[in-house]
C-alpha cells in the first residue's frame, strides 16, 4: 500500500499533460481513446493492428508514479471505458521506466485516523483492477513497491523488465498492506517468501520475481512494453467471450478450494457450447482453417 522512497513527493510538483512520457516512444499505430477532458494521472491509448489493446500509462513521473486518490479515481474510468469498448480484448497497463508505481501517496494516509478510514472504506476503490472482465497485463519496469505491487498483482499476467523491483515495505511506515497485499503475495509466492518480504519490507528483483512465480517473464528494460502489448494483441485475436470466460475459471483456482474451483469451470466449460465462438472455433479446427471470432 505506501511506499518507502523518501522524497518521492515533492509538494507543488506539476502534472505532465503528454499522451506519453519522455524518453519513451509513442506508440506505433496508437490512438487517444479517453473521452471528455483528458486526464490529469494518466495517458490512453489503443493500439495493435486492430486497435484491440488498450494501454493505460500511470503519469505522476515527479512522485514515482505514486497511487494517489485522483489517480487511482481516473484508472477507475479509464479501466471502465476500455472495458465497454467493444474492439478492445485485452489492457495493459504500465509507468515510466523508471516506475511502475512506487506505492501509495503517503501524504493523503498521513493524517487519517480509524474512523476515517473505517467510515469511509479507505482503498475500497482500489479493487476496480481485479474486477474487470478484459484480461489486463502488467507491463512492470522500476519501482513496484506497496500499492505499486499490490496494483501489478490485481492485473492477470505481469512482466517485467530486467531492472524492475517489488516490494511490500509498509512495515518501515508502521502500518501493513492495505489492498491485498497480503491475501495476493502469498498466494502468488507462498507464505514463507511473503512473510519475509512483508515483515522486513526487503524488495526481491525481477530475477527472484519470476523464480518466486510473481511474474511469468523478465524482458530488457527497452523491449518490455511492446512485448506486452503483444501478449495482449494475441490475447484479443481470440473470442473475447471465451477469454473472460477463462479469465473467470483462473481467477476461481485462485480464490476458491479446488472443490469449488472444478465446478466452476465444468460450468464455464458448458457455457462455452452456447456461444457462436465456440461453434466456429471447432469447425475452424476441423476444416484446418484459421477462425473467424465475432465475440458471440
Do not use: H
Amino acid at each position: 500500500m505506501a511506499a518507502v522512497l523518501r522524497g518521492v513527493l515533492r509538494p507543488g510538483a506539476a502534472r505532465r499533460r503528454l499522451l506519453l512520457p519522455s524518453p519513451l516512444r509513442p506508440l506505433p499505430g496508437a490512438r487517444c481513446c479517453s473521452a471528455g477532458a483528458p486526464f490529469q494521472y494518466l495517458a490512453v491509448q489503443k493500439t495493435g493492428a486492430r486497435q484491440s489493446v488498450g494501454v493505460i500509462r500511470l503519469e505522476r513521473p515527479q512522485a514515482l508514479n505514486a497511487l494517489c486518490e485522483g489517480l487511482m479515481k481516473e484508472l477507475g474510468q479509464a479501466l471502465e471505458t476500455l472495458e465497454n469498448d467493444p474492439q478492445v480484448g485485452a489492457i495493459v497497463i504500465t509507468g515510466s521506466q523508471k516506475a511502475f508505481a512506487a506505492g501509495a501517496d503517503i501524504k493523503e494516509m498521513q493524517n487519517k485516523n480509524f474512523q476515517e478510514c473505517y467510515s469511509s472504506n479507505f482503498l475500497a476503490g482500489w479493487d476496480k483492477v481485479s474486477t474487470v472482465r478484459k484480461p489486463i497485463i502488467a507491463a512492470v519496469n522500476g519501482y513496484a513497491l506497496g500499492g505499486g505491487c499490490e496494483l501489478a498483482m490485481m492485473c492477470d499476467i505481469i512482466y517485467a523488465g530486467e531492472k524492475a523491483q517489488f516490494g511490500q515495505p509498509e512495515i518501515l511506515l508502521g502500518t501493513i498492506p492495505g489492498a491485498g497485499g497480503t491475501q495476493r503475495l502469498t498466494r502468488a509466492v507462498g507464505k514463507s517468501l511473503a512473510m519475509e518480504m512483508i515483515l522486513t519490507g526487503d524488495r526481491i528483483s525481477a530475477t527472484e520475481a519470476k523464480e518466486a512465480g510473481l511474474v511469468s517473464k523478465v524482458f530488457p528494460v527497452e523491449k518490455l512494453l511492446d512485448a506486452a502489448i503483444a501478449c495482449a494483441e494475441k490475447i484479443a485475436s481470440n473470442s473475447k467471450l471465451v477469454a473472460a470466460m477463462a479469465k473467470e475459471s483462473v481467477n476461481a483456482a485462485f480464490e476458491t478450494t479446488l472443490a469449488e474451483g472444478t465446478k466452476t469451470e465444468k460450468r464455464l466449460f458448458y457455457a462455452t457450447f452456447a456461444t457462436d465462438d465456440r461453434k466456429e472455433g471447432m469447425t475452424a479446427f476441423v476444416e484446418k482453417r484459421k477462425a473467424n471470432f465475432t465475440d458471440s
